[in-house]
């Protein structure tokens, strides 16, 4: 069993950075990859980043490249998203997922092993 906690979450100005932070319970997180997908109100859930078990490899959209950098602390049990140049449209609840297996870009989400509550991330213009 895995439990996720995200948080980090918040209101900022178009332009600025937040970092979230996924917090992991159990005993066996360093074998899972870690994602982080987000919903904005009235459209459909979507892959933002993921990171291997061992950290070695990070995915991102093509929407957030250059932009955001998922990091993991295996010693804290602790995945991190780092979002700089925040834009509007980058408005959602973030949610931080677990899986056995690669996430992978084109994740629609289905088939994840564990969710997160989710942390809102809301940026102003």
């Known amino acids: 069993q895995v439990q996720l906690v995200e948080s980090g979450g918040g209101l900022v100005q178009a332009g600025g950075s937040l970092r979230l932070s996924c917090a992991a319970s159990g005993r066996s997180f360093t074998t899972y990859a870690i994602g982080w997908f987000r919903q904005a109100p009235g459209k459909e859930r979507e892959f933002v980043a993921s990171?291997?078990?061992?950290?070695?490899?990070?995915y991102y959209a093509d929407s957030v490249k250059g932009r955001f950098t998922i990091s993991r602390d295996n010693a804290k049990n602790t995945v991190y998203l780092q979002m700089n140049s925040l834009k509007p449209e980058d408005t959602a609840v973030y949610y931080c997922?677990?899986?056995?297996?690669?996430?992978?870009?084109?994740?629609?989400?289905?088939?994840?092993?564990?969710w997160g509550k989710g942390t809102l991330v809301t940026v102003s213009s």
């Open positions: 997922t677990a899986k056995k297996s690669l996430i992978a870009t084109n994740s629609n989400g289905d088939g994840m092993d564990y």
């Open positions: 990171i291997s078990w061992g950290g070695g490899s990070q």
